[in-house]
């Protein structure tokens, strides 16, 4: 039999930002008999299924379903929409928005990254007024795509959607506006349709409380268009096939179904708590986090109170502390899993999720953990984080 | 709560060749909770997981875990070994070839499909003769690589690879060979390395009796070699960045955590039960179905007694019944789903699966409902399936 169970006693908690706790309901609901997927029971579980993600990224538009990572639903959006040597702007507001240039590098497409002049893009979001100066720039329309982050998992950054949605409005450009919500989805207040989205990306094992394993696409009618002309190759993540399919409730290739019999039961408790509920309880316990890495006298990886984020915490380490060393005594000696740092901030920090299926007890209990272990690893602190969480949430 | 009790009592017999059913050890291992892909438990998880996917493909080669379907196995196959414009033969068997080389020529791959001269592909084996002659005809090697089916899973024949490595090396070709075992895998004798395979792909929900969201790429060194001068684009499929991860157990994107703790636990039955006496019991059932579709008076799609699938057993109407009428009376008279006819075949010939965790009792229920549905749709049977089967495996 497999063994997941190395600690002694009591529930692992699992506090990086994503993959989240599944609840038992959904974990349950993956264990149900996979049955056929080209079947009649099938095609009322996929039309379902697409209404139902429709509604968590607030649109009347298509939304994929691939069976794969959100890396894979990157994949999909920029395969689907662009043409090789095409230019996109990015915006490097962390490890994830570095990961995805790598990606769109390795497809063939010209990247064009935007950094703050500071170069402490790791620390902000995103600056609107960057992206509508460089599109000013762009007369002949050379950019095809802006492509940012919503929430950068690596640093615990929500970017303004809307702020890049009017940035390329005031400079009248065509460019595709492109969002990785993977983090942000059914955590944060996100709306494909309202902001004039043209395609979101996301992923399950986050805001959606599901294991890894399902990416998603939402679409606008102008990454449609896009799609018609767009010449990279594509055959596993086309969507004209998919969206064939889908009017019936079915995919063309073999669905991840086990996985999507979790998605329906994620989704029904998140419409049965209302996505706003969803979004307030992420707001209250990012708060009372913070309330908590302010009483340690530590300092937020995030330096713009305006966007931190709901989902995460990123934690910095005082000076010569290794933050893989506290997260390693979290982990062997209070059975509690804390995110690492990702990338050139590796070491410097680590990240408290608080995302999906996430309460005040399981945060108090993280907290408690972590307090313990920046004791333990000698970091002299400033007071109770615990307690001061305590006052925020009572 | 998600409802797929559509039916009123008694388990389903889902006897479609794949997704085939799923033990009930190995939708609890799914369901076990969520843990941090990053952390030590998922690394030494993950080592696990490679070395026992390494013996279910006979290899001590790398073999990739991605989280995707079959189609995603055969696209991260094709984009990792070839370049824009290469040609590849391909053979058609039945409609999983024919959809490869639609997926092929997506990638800008050029196909050349060979056929029997009789026309007769999709009720017949891999003739490698075929391949050799063509081979022999190329020489100044513009085909890149052979792709074969391994057991094509719309008619129920089971290809000899071994005579198609034969093949290529009597051409004295240097052309990789490239087999999808999705469905063959697990459940018939496969050996990637002694066979000479450069890339054999398969996926979860077949001999591995998992739910669908696994794909797999065993690779042979020549195939590693090949990847380095393969010029089409890859990003999320690249081999790469995969093997560099693997080596300590890790993926470079998310991996599909929970699938993969059904994957373990699955593995483990087979190991135990015997790769060997896996083989030889999809033998016997497989036996048992065809004396059944005997005794019934109807022909088998497949028309070479050498090359019957031990996975499924496609039987062919009378003319003038629609299969799918008889498949859809088994399904909601009998609670039974069989496998519809794919492609140019649909209607004419229904499909029964009898692999992964199938074993007499459930074979012969299968058989006798669908028995009672040939009768219902009004075909005169000759004699009892049932009856036959049971002469075969008492």
């Known amino acids: ?77 920029m395969v689907n929409t662009l043409s090789s040597g095409d230019l996109v702007l990015m915006y490097e507001t962390g490890h994830f928005a570095t990961l995805w240039k790598k990606l769109a590098d390795r497809l063939g497409i010209k990247t064009e990254f935007i950094s703050r002049p500071s170069g402490d893009n790791w620390r902000y979001g995103i600056d609107p007024h960057l992206i509508e100066e460089r599109l000013l720039k762009d007369t002949n329309h050379q950019i095809k795509a802006v492509c940012v982050v919503h929430n950068e998992t690596s640093t615990g950054v929500t970017s303004d959607i809307q702020a890049v949605r009017h940035a390329i409005d005031n400079a009248k450009h065509p460019a595709l506006l492109i969002v990785d919500t993977i983090s942000g989805l059914a955590s944060i207040d996100y709306e494909h349709e309202k902001w004039g989205v043209d395609v979101s990306i996301s992923g399950s094992q986050k805001g959606l409380m599901m294991p890894p394993g399902l990416g998603f696409n939402a679409i606008s009618p102008k990454a449609l268009e896009a799609n018609k002309k767009s010449n990279l190759i594509k055959a596993f993540w086309a969507w004209d096939e998919i969206l064939e399919s889908n009017k ?7 669905p991840s179904t086990n996985l999507m019999y979790g998605l329906h039961e994620a989704m029904e408790m998140i419409m049965t708590e209302g996505l706003d ?88 209990g993280a907290l408690s953990g972590t307090e313990m272990a920046l004791k333990a690893t000698g970091i002299k602190l400033t007071g109770s984080g615990v307690v001061a969480a305590q006052e925020i949430l009572q």
Not at 308 to 327: H, I
């Open 1 to 77: 039999m497999l063994k997941l169970d190395s600690h002694a006693s009591g529930q692992h908690f699992l506090h990086i930002p994503g993959p989240s706790p599944v609840p038992p309901r959904v974990l349950r609901a993956i264990s149900y008999q996979t049955i056929d997927h080209r079947g009649p029971e099938f095609g009322q579980l996929g039309l379902k299924l697409i209404s139902g993600i429709q509604k968590i990224f607030k649109t009347t538009q298509p939304v994929i379903i691939f069976p794969s990572s959100g890396t894979g639903a990157w994949e999909g959006a």
């Open 248 to 254: 019936n409730g079915y995919w063309p290739t073999t």
């Open 277 to 364: 509920n969803v979004f307030k309880r992420h707001d209250r316990l990012a708060k009372a986090c913070r309330a908590a890495v302010a009483a340690w006298g530590l300092e937020l990886q995030c330096q713009d109170s305006s966007v931190y984020s709901p989902v995460l915490t990123g934690v910095v380490m005082p000076q010569g502390v290794n933050a893989d060393d506290v997260r390693k005594v979290a982990l062997e000696r209070y059975n509690l899993s804390l995110g690492t740092g990702l990338g050139k901030i590796k070491g410097h920090m680590f990240r408290i999720g608080h995302l999906g299926d996430c309460n005040e007890l399981a945060l108090l």
